[in-house]
């Protein structure tokens, strides 16, 4: 069963301009939330996490937003370049687990 | 660079041969992972080694696949009798004891013909 959602295959966006990203979850164990960011011909690379004791947690232009009772996160890139077109994943996981719940993925393109 | 490692990058082989993959993760992490990625999908947890101890296999992970980290630092996947429902990217990842942040590698992509 797919405990984590992502229900937008693609986005797209204009240079400069916000990319928003949604991922919603169902299990509500989860208590720590990731995203991952994936060129194609490499693995996933680590971008940002939060855990749930927060509702936002920022670094440089990324920035997560969770809301615990809606089950739900977001992740915002202000200003969106042209280098941020990729694959984005959003993953789940509990405190003392280990594994990750994966979303399906976002495909994010940044027009010039 | 130190990052996680992955051989080989590719791999294509014919139905019911075995295949083995290598991961080396991160020298200082623990924590070593393996995950299945197919198309269009977010990558699926196969199974978690601490040091040297496998301590979780997902149903994911047939009798077919065997993995093993021996002493605890490079770890190998084995798929005997591969089927073409193999063909997907595996993926390794490690992580610190204390951290939920896992770092993967490129991947090996599997094509079973």
């Known amino acids: 069963d797919q405990q984590v959602k992502q229900n937008s295959p693609s986005l797209s966006v204009q240079e400069g301009r916000i990319s928003i990203l949604n991922c919603d979850y169902t299990?509500?164990?989860?208590?720590?939330f990731l995203w991952y960011k994936k060129y194609p011909a490499e693995g996933p690379t680590f971008l940002i996490s939060?855990?749930?004791?927060?509702d936002k947690n920022e670094d440089g232009r990324f920035t997560v937003f969770l809301n615990k009772s809606a089950k739900h996160l977001s992740l915002h890139i202000v200003p969106s370049q042209p280098g941020d077109s990729a694959v984005y994943f959003c993953?789940?996981?509990?405190?003392?687990?280990?594994?990750?719940?994966f979303g399906a993925g976002t495909t994010v393109t940044v027009r010039a | 660079d130190t990052g996680v490692s992955q051989n080989p990058r590719h791999k294509i082989t014919k139905r019911g041969q075995n295949v083995t993959f290598r991961c080396d993760p991160i020298?200082?992490?623990?924590?070593l992972y393996w995950y299945r990625q197919t198309l269009g999908q977010g990558p699926e947890f196969l199974t978690y080694f601490q040091n040297e101890a496998q301590l979780e296999k997902s149903r994911l992970l047939s009798d077919r696949f065997s993995a093993e980290r021996p002493k605890g630092s490079f770890s190998t996947l084995e798929i005997q009798r591969t089927e073409q429902g193999d063909s997907a990217m595996y993926l390794c990842?490690?992580?610190?004891?204390?951290?939920?942040?896992?770092?993967f590698g490129p991947g090996t992509r599997l094509t079973v013909t």
């Open positions: 299990n509500s164990m989860f208590d720590y």
């Open positions: 939060i855990s749930s004791i927060k």
């Open positions: 990842a490690s992580s610190t004891d204390f951290g939920n942040e896992q770092y």
């Open positions: 993953a789940a996981s509990t405190f003392n687990d280990y594994k990750l719940s």
């Open positions: 020298s200082e992490h623990n924590r």
